[in-house]
């Protein structure tokens, strides 16, 4: 169940309200060999090829072939690798999971390879796996090239399995081993899911191609492709009847954004398809945030209109703020900007103004949740030298240092703010099941959320959420599964409460060690679930690395999502490595433990974060389950969390997540823990804080 949250937050928020539409943000590219095929991914209609769009490029698409429609995401996470995932709707067969008049709904999973960057003298050159991650029914290998000419843009393949069932020629595989002759019939398992890895490049090929011209008419682009199936081996017995192997078509660009689709295909069928495409890195907004203080503005009457200040123009919540001889140190937690050299660069104007000419040096001890991460030191003759400067060409840049030596600061205390303190936000939430029986499902409600914190490490938190529309009278659990239901109830959580408490929890935090972090937590932990549990975490500052363990005790609750709790209850948790890989921006996670239903595993995430704050990323878990885990054979999700800063006019470090998810089952499922240490203590990783340096400035 995929779900997406959006919050207002009171009035006195940092950050603006003023939404802009999401094709407003960005651009993307645009000409031959840059739409979106039949299947999803870059191609031409039912053919894929070599090309790859820019890199964080989104596009999701539909389009109908009779007897198919096919919707799909894909997304550009490197320059050289594009990754997507599908449904297929087959209009004449129906769903064997269901009691209903359904149309059978298959999922697959897709990945192309840039082997070779087109050059003056050679083609582009990719390798791609179609279907490889589902039940494999249209589960196709290719290996394609592509050549751009003029306002032409050429590609050539060679195909296997469901690119390749017009049998041109056998597979040149056979002349190394017999067994790439024969391709395996059922290769994805009982259950679907599994990747086909026995079945990859095997049995006969064929020859696919096409083209694509460019009009003189800008958004008008025409296709001629020759494809590679000749649909008298389709799955489930649906063969089609093929007037001819060409097929044309067009693509006309509505917006920037939207594309319109249409073809003959099979030389006998109508294709029509849509597609929104935008590209993730790029979103960004122009901003509308109060300025800086001007350098030669008042001082503040006193260091709580200070503090005030610093709120209001720096984005920093003020603990405390502390003098000794020299130097004035500021603790607090950033609450605006996602640049902390931002946040410094406003605050050295603030505390310039105010303190005397005794002050040599402006520190800032950052922390969250009363973690103190880190403390950032600034020369303040160096700084109001810069700013003084046009081009802020002055060794002050230099003279910045950020350290993790975190002793209790020495000196007098001549501010310190309230500890106890309240927030809140309210906003709409879609929940929605798209691949299951049931066919669409949906829960659009309304929530309120609030924190009461009773200290700087601890705070109550909760959350209810009230149904406004919903179709979940027709969720119907069908899964072939032995495993505990800790998940499949879900759709009678979300069809008895029309009004449910989501979260109530009191969460404490402490710091062990000069690298070790702690925090526990009880109450209701999540929509399914009670109990209570704690969490450490080892994170050397600026290290490219960080282990974790959190170990939990949980209740179910009962579905009306009040106080009740039904009988089933466990143990689980994960140890947990973070790694930095250093390539890309990519963030690896590995965790190893106990699941909700008692199955032990592991689960293997890997995401791209971009300049802008956005992150795409997928996981996979894979535990001991084996053929009680039913369709789908092991979890996964793809997901992308967007910094909600590209949409405002004012600043904001708040984000929302969206999650594709095939299927819900027990196999692998993970407590929701509402908060984690990691995200907690991101400001240890120093990240672009060097490169962020002209942020100062605004």
Known sequence: MAKLIFGVRPLNSLWGLTPLLLVSHTAVAQGPGTGQSDFGGVGLMQTPSARMNEVGNFAASWSRTAPYRRYSVFIQPLDWMEVGFRYVSVENREYAASDGDRNNLDKGIDAKFRLHQESRYWPELALGLRDAGGTTLFGAEYLVASKRWNSLDFSLGLGWGYLGNASDVDSPLGWLDQRFDERPGDAGGDQGGEFALDQLFRGSMAVFGGVEYQTPWDPLILQLEYEGNDYTDEPQDNDQAQDSRFNVGARLRLSDNIELRSGWERGNTAMVGLSFSTNLAGLSQVKRDPPPRAMNAPADPDWASTAESLQRNAGIRVDEIHRHDDTLTVIGEPTTYRALSQSEGRANRILSAKADDGVDTFRYRWQRRGLALREDVHDRDAFEAAAGSASHDTPYRYGVYSHARLEEPAGDSIYQGDAQRASWRIGPSIEQNFGGPDGYLYRLSAYASGEYATDRNGWFSGSVTGTLADNLDKYEYIADSDLPRVRTYIGDYLAEADLGIGNLQYTRTAKLGDDLYAMGYGGLLEMMYAGAGGEVLYRPFDADWAVGLDLNWVRQRDFDQQFGLRDYETWTGHATAYVDTGYEDILAKLSVGRYL??????????????????????????????????????????????????????????????????????????????????????????????????????
Request: proline share 3%; net charge negative.
């Open 597 to 698: 239903a008692g199955d032990y595993g592991t689960t293997i995430d890997l995401s791209r974060e971009f300049d802008n704050g956005t992150r795409i990323g997928a996981w996979a878990t894979f535990t001991d389950a084996g053929d009680d885990f039913g369709e789908g054979s092991f979890d996964k999700a793809f997901y992308i969390t967007v910094p909600l800063d590209a949409f405002f006019v004012r600043s904001s470090r708040s984000s929302a997540t969206i999650a594709w998810q095939p299927l819900t089952r027990d196999g692998g499922a993970r407590l929701n823990r509402r908060h984690a240490l990691y995200p907690i203590t991101e400001e240890r990783d120093l990240g672009r804080y060097w490169e962020e340096y002209e942020a100062t400035w605004d």
